[in-house]
């Protein structure tokens, strides 16, 4: 069954203090990685895609990483402003090739930054 | 703004009462996604439309259906109305590239009562 998990649930940091988000799946063929910040109450904001493995993408404090079982958000000198819950998700491929488009979410990790 | 509207906003209704949510996705992507996401389940999959045709469903319920008009936008429609369907319904949408890098609406808040 295809799955995402990731951890912790929640983490607290203090401004400045750098961390990182992981994101672990099960599939069984993985057509793409996305990460989505979603603010309380708001739709998810789309973030980032990851294809294969050693890819990386980079955004202001973001970077997200790809390897073949996880990917990984570094949250570089975070801001109180970067206080979201961050999801993971995936676009499985399916038995036969192709995608059905869906994605697979995780249930996300809770960031608080506080000054 | 990721040029995905919902309505309404917000939804109070009754248990057995039927609701029907609105979806205009991003100015030419064809395909539309509905997800449901409650405080226990996360976000999950549960419809999706491609230039009017359904294509693909996740664990959408019988008293739940969905449909894409010709100018793309979609609708959600609610019935039966249990307690356990309240619940954020987004609506994301997408080009149907491979990368399916997908956008979503602000959402509808529905609550049963």
């Known amino acids: 069954e295809d799955q995402v998990t990731q951890s912790p649930e929640a983490l607290r940091l203090q401004e400045g203090e750098s961390s990182s988000l992981n994101c672990s799946y099960t599939v069984s063929g993985l057509r793409g990685l996305f990460w989505y910040r979603q603010d309380p109450g708001k739709g998810p904001e789309f973030l980032f895609t990851l294809y294969s493995a050693g890819e990386e993408k980079e955004k202001e404090r973001l970077k997200a990483t790809l390897t073949k079982k996880e990917s990984f958000l570094h949250i570089t000198a975070p801001k109180p402003e970067d206080s979201a819950t961050y999801l993971c998700?995936?676009?499985?491929?399916?038995?036969?090739?192709?995608?059905?488009?869906?994605?697979?979410f995780g249930k996300g990790t809770k960031l608080s930054v506080k000054p | 703004d990721s040029g995905v509207t919902q309505t309404p906003k917000h939804l109070i209704t009754a248990t057995g009462q039927r609701v029907t949510l609105r979806c205009s996705p991003r100015?030419?992507?064809?395909?539309v996604y509905w997800y449901q996401q409650s405080l226990d389940q996360g976000l999950q999959f549960l419809i999706q439309y491609y230039n009017g045709e359904e294509r693909a469903k996740g664990n959408i319920l019988e008293r739940f259906s969905a449909q894409q008009f010709p100018d793309l936008h979609s609708e959600l429609n609610l019935s039966s109305l249990e307690l356990g369907d309240s619940a954020l319904y987004f609506c994301a949408s997408s080009v149907d590239r491979p990368n399916n890098e997908q956008f979503f609406g602000p959402g509808t808040r529905l609550t049963v009562l």
């Open positions: 100015s030419g992507d064809l395909s």
């Open positions: 998700a995936v676009s499985p491929t399916l038995l036969y090739g192709g995608s059905q488009g869906n994605l697979i």
